[in-house]
């Protein structure tokens, strides 16, 4: 009997799973995330039914098929050993990706056996649904898997655990789940803008849901830091600590507890054995990186800097930062952050090669690029001290649409900049027209078309001026 495809393909299309919910492998380095999943699986057993779900789905992007089969087969295990009374209503996404490979396999007939049992499943379920159904386990195995796959998911992952905690308010899963999202997607505003939702209150219900979840610990700790209440989140990081000393996860959170205090050293420390248990990851390498830069600087501030010391720390801030870049080449903070450290060391070539290898990808976020163009304009001014380009690339930071933090610092900047030029009796045409520009920019006509008046008063045949301040008389 021969299987027709399109129907098959209609069927499919019908699951919930890991290839129906818009995962795209742009977002992520496959690589890294695989090593991510590894982790989680080797220190946090209780997930490991997801994660074996999404380490198939990431095994398939890898086109390796048969690995990813495998994978399922893992999960299948765990889910008899931990769900024995629920195989059907527990195996929903695992069936969904395995009807999904089998059909990428060419193996239509095995792929339509798993799209009919997760078709009886529903029925036995619900007697409404044809393949879909609404369980708060399924969202929120979509929510994990959106958290896992970066900063363009956030949000979607949010709504998910939202969608479920409906159904089961006192879930602690879900509970973590959705503090979590709600906790990346605040530190994303805090980066690049954007409206914030308090967090706090859905972390310490999480926590409170589940006293042994110290991620989520964590979590709550590093935001009352951020709200300036760092002795109270200090305290759930030692507890923390007390819980679960081999947990990389935890570790990996506290030292960054630590860094942002200024307890450097022993951030260092931190992250030191949670590189111990999980090598590769790519997370510990950067805050490693970080930490050790915030100590160059703070001993290029003391009175005698010790040199060796500095250099010592210098190589190895870019040591741990390249090995980020190399494990993860779409972890694009990572770049500035390597380049800052090369300024840094006064080897320019190498800090402008960096910046370069970032600006030429096309695969930027609107937010990010604007964090590079910020990032890259200080490098101009402070640098290189080149006013003119550190103008040109703050500038270009503001001619993109999204209102972000980047924005706001690169606009104070290239406003200082061109005032003081102006003021001290350097200043040009150009320059008094370039301050139009910003403010036109910003959004602020009035004081645009002044600033351009200005222009033109010294420079009246100037096309550009002229035809902005037409512009702007217009959509007054």
Known sequence: STISKDSLKTSLLQ?????????????????????????????????????????????????????????????????QKRHPDEIDRRSLVTWGNYAWIYYHMQRYEEAQTYVSKVENS????????????????????????????????????????????????????????????????????????GERRPCLEALKRAVALNPADTTVMALLALELQRLNRADEGERYIEEGLQKTPDFPVLLRHAANFYRKKGELNKAVEILKKALALTPKSVALHHQLGLCYRSKVLQLKNTRYPPREEIENLIKLAIFHFKTAIDKKPVFFSAYSDLAKTYAIDKRYEEAEETFQKVLQRNDLACEEKQEIYFNYGNFQQFDMKSESKAIKYYIECLKLEMDSYPKKRSSEAVKTLLKQKIESGLGDATDIGTLGLVHKLNGKKQEAIEWYEEAIALDPNNEEYLNALTELRLSI
């Open 122 to 193: 529903c029925k036995k379920l619900s007697s409404t649904a044809h393949g879909r159904i609404e369980l708060p386990e399924i969202y929120a195995e979509q929510g994990w898997a959106f958290l896992r796959f970066g900063r363009n998911y956030f949000e979607r992952a949010m709504n998910c655990f939202e969608n479920a905690l409906r159904s089961e308010p006192n879930n602690s899963d879900l509970s973590a789940g959705y503090a979590t999202a709600m906790y990346r997607l605040k530190s994303d505003v805090q980066r690049y803008g």
């Open 15 to 79: 699951l919930e799973c890991h290839f129906t919910w818009a995962l795209q492998k742009e977002h992520v380095s496959l690589e890294a995330l695989e090593e991510t999943i590894l982790d989680h699986i080797k220190f946090l057993a209780k997930y490991e039914i997801k994660d074996y779900n999404l380490l198939s789905y990431v095994k398939y992007l890898k086109n390796s098929n048969e690995e990813a089969l495998r994978s399922l087969k893992k999960a299948e295990e765990a889910i």
